[in-house]
T-cell receptor, first 114, second 118 residues
Framework: DVKVTQSSRYLVKRTGEKVFLECVQD?????MFWYRQDPGLGLRLIYF???????EKGDIPEGYSVSREKKERFSLILESASTNQTSMYLC?????????????FGSGTQLSVL | AQKITQTQPGMFVQEKEAVTLDCTYD???????LFWYKQPSSGEMIFLIY??????QNATEGRYSLNFQKARKSANLVISASQLGDSAIYFC???????????????FGTGTRLLVSP
């Protein structure tokens, strides 16, 4: 079974802190994605990556950056956390050639910024 | 502008009844894909059904069917014979990026919370 692991289920940080959200997949997938989920707003794409060291902005990249140094790991970075970044963060990965019909999600990280 | 629109924030249905969840989309790309996902209270995202823009027939998967009306740019999900376990948030999504695999991404709607009552 494909496993997408997000390092923390719950995280509490203070305003201004640098925050790292880690996502690891074990199936050699090229495509990886970071979404945030907020009530009434659905899932919004922050960044995605289709290969090592490659990244593309999604719909709401402001305030975020990403790192993909190894194929299996896609990190989301909040350079200076703010309260409006309190949200559920979902990572997903997908193998190539499937048209995203096989998209595997992690269990999410609920981030609270105080 | 919203690329995926789900106008029903919440829906109620009685057990064993059918329910339709609305989804409209906006794209100028001739090649796209439409998806429906279910998110129960556990938070996991469960893939339900897929429709490609060139597919001639409406997709079906068990009790789920996708009513694809290309000219109207709608992709409604129909759940037949609702069960209590169908209570969840349902997301419509569209694949963007066309033929360039590396740039493909999934854009989601705001979701519809479905409650199934006994």
């Amino acid at each position: 079974d494909v496993k997408v692991t997000q390092s923390s289920r719950y995280l509490v940080k203070r305003t201004g802190e640098k925050v790292f959200l880690e996502c690891v997949q074990d199936m050699d997938h090229e495509n990886m994605f970071w979404y945030r989920q907020d009530p009434g707003l659905g899932l919004r794409l922050i960044y995605f990556s289709y290969d090592v060291k490659m990244k593309e902005k999604g719909d709401i990249p402001e305030g975020y950056s990403v790192s993909r140094e190894k194929k299996e790991r896609f990190s989301l970075i909040l350079e200076s956390a703010s309260t409006n970044q309190t949200s559920m963060y979902l990572c997903a990965s997908s193998p190539p050639g499937t048209g995203l019909k096989k998209l595997f999600f992690g269990s999410g990280t609920q981030l609270s910024v105080l | 502008a919203q690329k995926i629109t789900q106008t029903q924030p919440g829906m109620f249905v009685q057990e064993k009844e059918a329910v339709t969840l609305d989804c409209t989309y906006d794209t100028s790309d001739p090649s796209y894909g439409l998806f429906w996902y279910k998110q129960p209270s556990s938070g996991e995202m469960i893939f339900l059904i897929y429709q490609g823009s060139y597919d001639q027939q409406n997709a079906t998967e068990g009790r789920y069917s996708l009513n694809f009306q290309k000219a109207r740019k709608s992709a409604n999900l129909v759940i037949s014979a609702s069960q209590l376990g169908d209570s969840a948030i349902y997301f419509c999504a569209m694949r963007e990026g066309g033929m360039h695999t590396g740039f493909q991404k999934l854009v989601f709607g705001t979701g519809t919370r479905l409650l199934v009552s006994p």
